[in-house]
């Protein structure tokens, strides 16, 4: 990923929810958001943890030309489509965002 601007999501899934969830970020969600203006590429990490009540972790790393191009994202009717469609298994999902510059890189 060589992007000067990074957004991570990192989410924890529950057993009951998994094939919905990773069937929905890998058949719509995550190509849509990788292909708004500004979005170069986006990565999704399976960790090695789990939370004590048993629920898978993942972090999603999307790569984007700038923050200003994150902003305009934020600011569009996307992150409120997303909202909606996550509604049917949002008790299934927790969800931390961060953001930033990268700014220190080998390779």
Do not use: C, N
Request: aromatic letters at 14%; charged letters at 30%; proline letters at 5%.
């Amino acid at each position: 990923m060589d992007a000067p601007y990074a957004y991570v999501v990192k989410f924890w899934i529950s057993p009951q929810g998994a094939e919905t969830i990773l069937h929905w970020l890998d058949s719509k969600h995550t190509a849509e958001v990788v292909a708004q203006p500004g979005f170069k590429s986006v990565r999704r990490v399976k960790l090695e943890e789990r939370s004590s009540d048993g629920w898978q972790a993942y972090m999603m790393i999307y790569g984007l030309e700038s923050r200003e191009a994150l902003m305009r994202y934020f600011e569009s009717d996307a992150p409120k489509q997303y909202a909606a469609e996550r509604k049917p298994f949002e008790q299934h999902l927790r969800t931390e965002r961060g953001w930033g510059e990268i700014d220190f890189k080998i390779g």
